[in-house]
């Protein structure tokens, strides 16, 4: 059995460029670049095309790509739907020679959002069957990736034989007999630590039912966190920025009184690979020296449950960057 190392990775901020920096996609190269220099192990960027709009992802990767030359990137995580599958393959074959196999591809069939509804009506794709529409799209997608299709070969291949590894984003029994059975990697969204342990038990079953090594496939937990000294500090800097995203969406509900808005800021982790067989400590973190606390944040509301303590690296990223954190282990 191979004993996983961990390694930490940062949330691009696709999103906030748009909503703090007049949409300057520069900071997302920049921030990249910033987290590679601080010695994390991948950058990673998120999908939306109404729902909650950021930078096109699979293009800033590419951005990122020339911009740095060891950090995995990843997509946390792509909407195959908003793409079709030829052009998906096409796009992420070209991405994985860019960046020379450093490419992984996180998918998931978007949240329950009317947005999400939205943008798929907008492109003429049906969304009351999400799931099963993906699986199709992406398993052809997986096709061309590996050549497979008769009478269609895509160009350029991509840097590695069969393509980059597809991680499943999702919780549900569906997702999770998918991830183990059929993807390379699985990626819940904010699990609690009893959610993630159970998760990873029925991702390992699946694997064994299907003949596949448990250990084969990688996994994650995508989390939110702010970082602080404190509980205190850390509440305070999680109110502080929901507060600012909900203003900036033009909800009245973003006052948040009695939350003063310093200069801070919060990000989303991936914690990727938490130790085979060993039950995850809080949030699905380990404790390694220099530890920094973290406290996980809810996306509709601040919470100040689920301290734990991790690896900070020595170097800082850029400063409109410092609370954005992504955590992940292979």
Known sequence: MSRQSPQTGLLLPSREALLFADSDLTLVIDA?????????????????LLAR?????????????????RVTLGTAVLLPLLRHP??????????????KGRLVVGIGPGAELPGTHAELA???????????????????????????ETGLELQPRPFRPGGPPFWLGGSGPRMLRLAGGTFDGWLPFSPTPADYASGLRAVHEA???????????ETGAYLTVAVADTPAEGCRRAGCLH??????????????????????GIGCGVV?????RRR?????????????RLQRHSQSAPSCRGWVEMRQPSAHIPKPMRDILVVRQS
Do not use: K
């Open 86 to 99: 030829v052009s998906l393959a096409h796009v992420i074959a070209t991405l994985d020679r860019i960046a």
């Open 207 to 217: 694997a064994e039912e299907a003949g596949r090594d448990p250990d084969s496939t």
């Open 32 to 48: 990249a670049r910033g987290a590679e220099q601080a010695g994390y192990d991948s950058v990673w960027v998120g999908d939306s």
């Open 122 to 148: 907008a492109l003429g794709v049906p969304s009351d069957r999400r799931v099963g529409a993906m699986l199709i799209g992406v398993e052809r997608t997986r096709r061309l990736l590996r050549h497979e």
């Open 53 to 69: 709009p950021r930078g096109e992802p699979l293009t800033l990767l590419a951005g990122v790509a020339g911009a740095t030359t």
């Open 280 to 292: 995850p400590s809080p949030c699905g973190a380990t404790r390694p020296s220099e530890p920094h």
């Open 272 to 276: 990727r690979g938490v130790p085979r």
């Open 243 to 264: 507060a600012r995203v909900l203003r900036c969406a033009g909800r009245s509900d973003g006052e948040s009184p009695g939350v003063p808005c310093g200069d801070s």
